[in-house]
T-cell receptor
Framework: AQTVTQSQPEMSVQEAETVTLSCTYDTSESDYYLFWYKQPPSRQMILVIRQEAYKQQNATENRFSVNFQKAAKSFSLKISDSQLGDAAMYFCAYLEGGSEKLVFGKGTKLTVNP | NAGVTQTPKFQVLKTGQSMTLQCAQDMNHEYMSWYRQDPGMGLRLIHYSVGAGITDQGEVPNGYNVSRSTTEDFPLRLLSAAPSQTSVYFC????????????????FGEGSRLTVL
């Protein structure tokens, strides 16, 4: 079974600074997709960014970008110019191309200090 | 646009009681799923469905039943509640495929906090 590992249970960053959240995954498949989800204190899960494994270019969404290292099976999330509203749990997730099952990591709690 | 609606938001049960968590979506999504979220464990898939009449097990299906009689609804049944089922439950839905490509973009409900005493 595929596994997703987030090795940082908690991270903190100063407002306006940059932070990187780590994620590694284990798979033998070549067709898969990776995601970062955000869960603020409201508990509502929100998709932040998505990466297709067949694409070499790293995905970017405004202040959020990923560093996708396919050979190393690493998928880190970089948040630039951190804002107070970025404080949340962040979950890395994996989806095999032929599957419907999204597998989540255990999450990283991000604190943004003013 | 209601999105994904879960009821109830909070529930307290006694060991051995049964209950159903309701989930409804109005986005015509084929895919629906139930996750449970526990501290330090992330989200774990309980059951999922890729369309009406089709369900399958996820990582932690024991103690839970589901059915999918319509596209809109995907209830989760606890047959005999146990304290280990104390958790926050999320229902999520999505388009299974867009142009043949899985989307992976799940739309989540607000969660249901269940406590089993």
């Amino acid at each position: 079974a595929q596994t997703v590992t987030q090795s940082q249970p908690e991270m903190s960053v100063q407002e306006a600074e940059t932070v990187t959240l780590s994620c590694t995954y284990d798979t033998s498949e070549s067709d898969y997709y990776l995601f970062w989800y955000k869960q603020p204190p409201s508990r509502q899960m929100i998709l932040v960014i998505r990466q297709e494994a067949y694409k070499q270019q790293n995905a970017t969404e405004n202040r959020f970008s990923v560093n996708f290292q396919k050979a190393a099976k690493s998928f880190s999330l970089k948040i630039s110019d951190s804002q107070l509203g970025d404080a949340a749990m962040y979950f890395c997730a994996y989806l095999e191309g032929g599957s419907e099952k999204l597998v989540f990591g255990k999450g990283t709690k991000l604190t943004v200090n003013p | 646009n209601a999105g994904v609606t879960q009821t109830p938001k909070f529930q307290v049960l006694k060991t051995g009681q049964s209950m159903t968590l309701q989930c409804a979506q109005d986005m015509n999504h084929e895919y629906m799923s139930w996750y449970r979220q526990d501290p330090g464990m992330g989200l774990r898939l309980i059951h999922y469905s890729v369309g009406a009449g089709i369900t399958d097990q996820g990582e932690v299906p024991n103690g839970y039943n589901v059915s999918r009689s319509t596209t809109e609804d995907f209830p989760l049944r606890l047959l005999s509640a146990a304290p280990s089922q104390t958790s926050v439950y999320f229902c999520a839905s999505s388009y299974s495929r867009l142009a043949g490509v899985p989307t992976g973009e799940l739309f989540f409900g607000e969660g249901s906090r269940l406590t089993v005493l």
